[in-house]
């Protein structure tokens, strides 16, 4: 099972982006491509996020690293929205997204 790095966006917004067999991902495999993935702990509330998430009610709070995060992760969210959700923040400019169905795109 492959991990992949936090992304941070251009405009500093950054979340966790996870697919495998162990994840809230489609398909639920440990070699995407993925149509589905599980986001987790961005650093502010997202309107289109919101549905998918664990906990709504989710505290925002300081990390180990001093950064700020939404203590929550959130299944199964669409291709679709990740990718319009990392374009929203100026693209990535570091770390790793899992491999996205362009199907569902």
Same mark, same amino acid.
Request: with cysteine; aromatic share 8%; proline share 7%.
């Given at each position: 099972?492959? !991990?992949?790095?936090?992304?941070?966006?251009?405009?500093?917004?950054?979340?966790?982006?996870?697919?495998? !067999?162990?994840?809230?991902?489609?398909?639920?495999?440990?070699?995407?491509?993925?149509?589905?993935?599980?986001?987790?702990?961005?650093? !502010?509330?997202?309107?289109?996020l919101e549905k998918f998430a664990e906990?709504?009610?989710?505290?925002?709070? =300081?990390?180990?690293?001093? !950064?700020?995060?939404?203590?929550?992760?959130?299944?199964?969210?669409?291709?679709?929205?990740? =990718?319009?959700?990392? %374009?929203?923040?100026?693209?990535?400019?570091?770390?790793?997204?899992?491999?996205?169905? %362009?199907?569902?795109?």
């Amino acid at each position: 099972m492959k !991990s992949f790095g936090k992304i941070t966006c251009a405009d500093g917004f950054s979340l966790s982006v996870q697919a495998s !067999s162990s994840h809230y991902c489609s398909p639920r495999t440990d070699n995407g491509p993925w149509t589905a993935v599980e986001v987790g702990f961005p650093t !502010s509330r997202d309107p289109e996020l919101e549905k998918f998430a664990e906990d709504k009610n989710a505290p925002i709070e =300081k990390g180990h690293d001093g !950064s700020f995060s939404v203590q929550t992760v959130y299944g199964w969210v669409p291709a679709t929205v990740v =990718k319009a959700l990392l %374009e929203k923040h100026g693209g990535v400019v570091s770390g790793e997204c899992p491999t996205l169905d %362009e199907r569902s795109l």
